[in-house]
């Protein structure tokens, strides 16, 4: 597209539209090392799609467990936004806890903001636990309490050895970040202190090809197809962060043997601290997408370099691939060619554009919400300048394990794998973007508009605040964060779903007849 940024930043304040303009960048693949500006404060007044450090922490990487009981400390809205509505996923296993469907909260009163809440607080730890009897419970902070101070550490551990169960408390009040992304933080140091290591497992349970899945959340049900796929190639899931989770399976996290890392932004923190602590290498993956899919089997085959695995790796891929491509071709016939902008959360910008690409649809401009300069640039660019927002949030100091470090691959393997490139990577959503395609952090939705007024997209992928606002421009909007009620679309079925939908969006006639409310 032509670069429209400066009509983007037009209607701001001069030192506002310097700002945001090192927000955008023009893609040029011939400039090396172009650089973007991220995760850091929204300029007040301009309206964007971000969440807040809450939101990430117990609405993204805790609440997914769902044998595990979530209460909110705070008043009842907090809570209340965060049940369910990322449909994460979940099914009950043979002991029948799922407290998916509940939505517990401490809801703080004014005397409780005046006197205090941990009364309370600890009160409604002992009613869940007598209610449900969870495998294990967390505590999640919203604003308030952590602006009156009230120390859940303290009743987290208390209640642990009252209870006999972990209960674990996340300082993740809203403030503490500039977007949801501190919270990605928040939680994964949580998990780290006090659940990966805790657990111990059968021999049977952790021989043969043994992965984790990092940063796949099971919403619209896709681990239920990545797991579909991964157990009829003879790979075994030990534990999920934390789509379809389980608190036991959390706990054996560290005896798997490989990491696999869908979604980069939230969980890279726990990747690095249990390579570090346990010695599980990491490589980062993409189940969105047919190629996408087959080039993540193929580095898992390349990992553990054993030839009847790899063999029946490919022959589920060409099972797989020929079965969804009968599907999508008719009706990539009738897609090729359209553009499509993308913009959303912290991975799925990057994720989603091999998905368009399996349709023939070119992504013409792409940005996340919330995501770092390395989920744009590529981890080269890290370590990033610490500001006084990141220094929120604490930094683990992580060292090696004296009893439960164990290398289950061979030394001399995972370093050439590393020197290669093929672990600790991630090449960042630059990599994707061609000449003249547009990089955009955290737009805003007046930038929005003026990019569908330009560009002319013929489907634009984002969330809730923007969906009705784009589709009165007459241009269908796809929701890639609760993907519109419909799903799974990771995997291959996921994409066959995936291409079955964006085929009714955009060549749905009905668009032709929208008219804005303004073009009377
Ligand atoms: Fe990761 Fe996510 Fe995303 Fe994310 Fe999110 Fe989400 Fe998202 Mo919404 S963890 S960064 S904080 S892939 S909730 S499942 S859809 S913004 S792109
Ligand atoms: C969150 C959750 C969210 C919101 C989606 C949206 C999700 O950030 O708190 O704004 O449409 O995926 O449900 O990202």
Redesign the pocket.
């Known amino acids: 597209p032509k670069d429209v940024t400066k009509e983007m930043v037009s209607p701001y304040p001069a030192k506002v539209a310097r700002k945001r303009a090192k927000h955008i960048v023009m893609r040029d693949p011939s400039i090396e090392g172009q650089e973007i500006q991220a995760n850091v404060r929204t300029v007040p007044g301009i309206l964007n799609?971000?969440?807040?450090a809450f939101?990430?922490c117990k609405?993204?990487v805790v609440g997914p467990f769902g044998d595990v009981l979530h209460i909110v400390h705070g008043p009842v809205g907090c809570s209340y936004?965060?049940w369910m509505?990322?449909?994460n996923q979940y099914r009950s296993r043979e002991d029948g806890k799922n407290y998916m469907s509940y939505c517990v909260t401490t809801d703080m009163q004014d005397s409780d903001i005046v006197f205090g809440g941990v009364k309370k607080l600890r009160q409604a730890v002992q009613e869940g636990y007598d209610i449900f009897k969870p495998n294990a419970i967390t505590i999640t902070a919203t604003c308030p309490v952590g602006l009156i101070g009230d120390d859940i550490q303290t009743v987290a551990k208390e209640m642990t050895e009252e209870l006999g169960i972990s209960v674990v408390a996340f300082n993740c009040e809203g403030y503490k970040g500039v977007s949801?992304s501190a919270g990605h933080h928040i939680a994964n140091n949580g998990f780290f202190k006090n659940w990966v290591g805790e657990g111990e497992a059968t021999d049977e349970e952790i021989e043969g090809f043994t992965v984790n899945l990092l940063g796949e959340y099971n919403?619209g049900g896709d681990s239920y197809e990545i797991e579909r796929v991964l157990e009829k190639c003879g790979i075994n899931v030990i534990a999920t962060f934390s789509g379809d989770g389980t608190y036991d399976a959390a706990t054996k996290a560290h005896l798997a043997k490989l990491n696999l890392v869908m979604c980069h932004r939230s969980i890279n923190y726990m990747a690095e601290m249990m390579e570090t602590k346990f010695g599980v290498p990491w490589t980062k993956v993409s189940f969105i997408g047919v190629q996408a899919f087959a080039k993540s089997l193929r580095k898992v085959a390349r990992f553990f370099n054993d030839e009847a695995l790899t063999q029946r790796i490919e022959e589920v891929i060409a099972e797989e691939v020929a079965a969804a491509e009968a599907e999508i071709a008719p009706i990539r016939e009738r897609l090729q060619g359209k553009s499509a902008i993308l913009f959303?959360?912290g991975s799925r910008a990057h994720h989603y554009q091999d998905l368009f690409a399996d349709l023939g649809i070119k992504t013409i401009a792409a940005g996340y919400?919330?995501a770092h300069r390395d989920d744009y640039e590529g981890r080269q660019v890290l370590p990033l300048k610490v500001d006084a927002d990141s220094r929120n949030v604490e930094e683990l100091r992580v060292e090696k394990d004296p009893e439960r470090y164990k290398l289950t691959a061979d030394p001399a393997w995972v370093e050439q794998l590393k020197e290669e490139g093929f672990l600790n990577r991630y090449e960042g959503m630059i990599s994707e973007m061609g000449e003249d395609t547009l990089m955009i952090d955290d737009i805003s939705h007046h930038e929005l508009e003026t990019l569908i007024k330009r560009l002319k997209p013929d489907i634009v992928g984002?969330?809730?605040?923007d969906?009705y606002v784009i589709e009165k421009f007459g241009v269908p909007c796809k929701?890639l964060?609760?993907y519109d009620y419909g799903g799974p679309f990771a995997g291959f079925q996921g994409a066959v779903n995936f291409a079955k939908d964006i085929d009714m969006r955009i060549n749905n006639p009905t668009w032709k007849l929208v008219k804005a409310p303004w073009q009377n």
């Open positions: 799609t971000r969440h807040c939101a990430g609405g993204v936004y965060t509505t990322r449909r949801q919403i959303v959360g919400e919330f984002s969330g809730i605040k969906k929701q964060h609760n």
